[in-house]
Every structure is written in structure tokens, then in C-alpha cells.
């Protein structure tokens, strides 16, 4: 009870969103390295799973479902490696890029970008009632302006913290 106290405290404490209202320009620095197995674990299954389960909750409240962008799903999938790989839990990944630099790397050009991040949920079902659990993660699922998403995933890696779940939500310009 203390860790899923504790753990819905952190995803309340950790929300980013970024906004601009046009495209915001990024270095196109190269992407931070992980390993090609934990890239090749970003599971169709999960992802189509947590995209279901995010537009359930999109419909409910009257708001248009989102379609899944192939870049942000790379880019949410690199960050969610490069967690689980050295050990840490945070939007800012550890060659110090934001959300919407890891995006912009990806090749995606963005004007609203906001990001979930998640560990130690074992199933789309138990991250997702977290996330709508927490006002800042419930908004950005249910903010009404993006309109593609990006899963990552990346299980647990011995010694280190895991699995790590990350959503990615954004609006072209």
C-alpha cells in the first residue's frame, strides 16, 4: 500500500507538458545510445493496448481519439530504454534532452507536446488507472488539443528500476 501510495505521489510530481503555439526549433543532437534489445522490445501488443485504453477514456469524455505516430512511439521507446538501461526515473533523460527535443530527434515537428512516464506497473491496465489516478497525467491524457501519441516500454533490467512505461502526446504543426 505504501508503494502505490508512494508511486501515484511520483507520477503526480513528475508531469511535463510543453506548449508553444508555433513549431518550436530543437538541436537535431543525435539520439542518447541504447541497446537495439530494448529498443526491439517496444511490443506492438502493448502499445495497441495502452493507445486502446487511452482513447476508452478519450471517448468517455468527449474528446476525438488519438492515432499513433511511428515517431513518437520511437521516441517515447528511446526514452523509456534509456531509463530502464541506467537506472533512472525522470522527463529529462540522461544527456539532459526534454520531451520535446527527443521528439524533434525522432523527426517529428512539434507545436504541443506533453509526456507520461511510469515505472514499476506490470500491465497497461495498472499504469493507466495511475496515470487517471493523477490530475496532471489525467490531463494530459484528456487534453483536448493533441492529436497522435507514442508508447514505450521498456521491462526491467536486473538491478535497475522497471518496467518503464512512457506516452508521448503531441500535435503536428
Not at 486502446?52 to 523509456?80: F, I
Not at 533523460?93 to 506497473?121: F, H, I, K, M
Request: aromatic share 6%; glycine share 8%.
Amino acid at each position: 500500500m505504501l508503494r502505490t501510495a508512494f508511486l501515484i505521489a511520483a507520477l503526480a510530481a513528475s508531469q511535463t507538458l510543453v506548449a508553444c503555439s508555433a513549431p518550436r526549433t530543437s538541436s537535431k543532437a543525435a539520439p542518447v545510445q541504447v541497446s537495439s534489445g530494448c529498443l526491439a522490445q517496444s511490443s506492438p501488443v502493448l502499445r495497441q493496448e495502452m493507445i486502446a485504453q487511452v482513447n476508452a477514456q478519450r471517448t468517455a469524455a468527449g474528446l476525438a481519439p488519438l492515432r499513433e505516430n511511428a515517431q513518437l512511439s520511437a521516441a517515447a521507446q528511446r526514452h523509456a530504454c534509456d531509463q530502464a538501461e541506467r537506472g533512472f526515473f525522470s522527463h529529462t533523460g540522461s544527456d539532459g534532452s526534454d520531451v520535446v527535443a527527443r521528439v524533434s530527434s525522432a523527426g517529428y515537428s512539434t507545436c504541443l507536446t506533453a509526456e507520461n512516464t511510469a515505472w514499476g506497473q506490470r500491465d497497461p491496465a495498472t499504469v493507466m488507472a495511475g496515470w487517471m489516478g493523477s490530475p496532471g497525467h489525467r490531463a494530459n491524457i484528456l487534453r483536448p488539443r493533441v492529436e497522435e501519441i507514442g508508447i514505450g516500454f521498456a521491462p526491467r533490467v536486473e538491478g535497475q528500476r522497471g518496467p518503464q512505461w512512457v506516452q508521448v502526446f503531441a500535435r503536428p504543426c
